[in-house]
């Protein structure tokens, strides 16, 4: 690894990845890998956080990895692993529910969203996952972490829990000789045409792999077929497109729409509204087609191939886990001395 700013990231394993993941995070993790070093993680240990079948878990964590790697990530100059092959992130963790307060998780609006009115029967582990997201990142001490606008929240967390530790130990750390502040403040970088997808069935819910409809998602492995079917059945209405962002502003269904055709085509909603302002939403439709097909279809048939290989998948996470342990020893050595553990 080369550069001085690290990024990391993860993907949950919890089923069917969909065009919001792909342009919220995998798109942007392909593009920094050119003024990064990267780590990028399939986050196992999240997705158990509700219930996941442990056959179709398995199938899963090979199929992210699959989408990481042909998406274009390369496993070679940056680290792709699995989770729970690092016990770092496990060990951290615990440290960070012990400084992390009952009160700052209790504003978590994506807990509250999962939990749902059953919160009594949720897992102790949903509502602890922004502790264990806070010790993916600063286990590798990372400063950048492109995540989808949903992920805001967490990151903000993230950040206070590393001011806390620093400061709760500062002497400690001062007497270790490591530096004023031993975590960074790691900056999100949530941005562009598409940083929230939403469903195409109803523009004011997320695109999400747990919506029951399918038609809500383009999923990355659907064929042209099923890719056609879902933009054309897309919720829109029934006026011709505005010429500009600001004639959006009341139509969620058509603004999802042209910031994902913009993020597709690497264009800003502008330059797609100059070129599709005033006409039908059939012809931009059509268009939005073509354009989706062209840009997913050949992700998802080297998704296939790869995922018929698991012998290879499960060698890239290997080779990727015992890469980032490496990492993920160093921090917790020093966490460990500053805390006051023994070892
Ligand atoms: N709709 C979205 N638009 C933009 N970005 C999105 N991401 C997820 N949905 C959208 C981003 O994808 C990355 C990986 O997400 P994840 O799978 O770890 O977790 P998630 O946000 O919980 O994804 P889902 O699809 O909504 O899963 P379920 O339905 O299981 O909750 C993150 O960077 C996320 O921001």
Known sequence: MAFQQRVFSGVQPSGNLHLGNYLGAIKRFVEMQADYDCLYCVVDMHAITVWQDPVELKRCIREVTA????????????????????????????????????????????????????????????????????????????????????QKQHLE?????????????????????????????????????????????????????????????INLTDDADAIASKVRKAKTDPEPLPSDVEGLKPRPEAENL?????????????KVLADFGGGQFSTFKSA????????LGPIGSEMKRLVADPGYIDGVLRDGASRARVLADETMGHVKDIVGFVR
Request: net charge neutral.
């Open 67 to 150: 989408a990481f790697l042909a998406a274009g990530i390369d496993p070679t100059k940056h680290i792709v692993f699995n989770q729970s092959q690092v016990s770092g992130h496990a060990e951290l963790a615990w440290v960070f529910n012990c400084v992390a307060r009952l009160g700052w998780l209790n504003r978590m609006t994506q807990f509250k969203e999962k939990a749902g009115k059953d919160r009594e029967n949720a897992s102790v582990g949903l509502y602890a996952y922004p502790n264990l997201m806070a010790a993916d990142i600063l286990l590798y001490r990372a400063t950048h972490v492109p995540v989808g606008e949903d």
């Open 258 to 270: 042209v910031g994902i055709y913009a993020a597709l085509a690497d264009t800003t909603k502008d």
């Open 157 to 217: 967390l993230t950040r206070d829990i590393a001011q806390k530790f620093n400061n709760d130990f500062s002497p400690s750390i001062a007497e270790l000789g490591l530096g004023d502040a031993f975590f960074p403040q790691p900056e999100p970088l949530i941005g562009g045409p598409a940083a929230r997808v939403m469903s195409l069935r109803d523009g004011s819910k997320k695109m999400s792999k747990s919506d029951p409809s399918d038609n809500s998602r």
């Open 288 to 295: 939005l087609v073509d354009l989706a097909v062209a840009r």
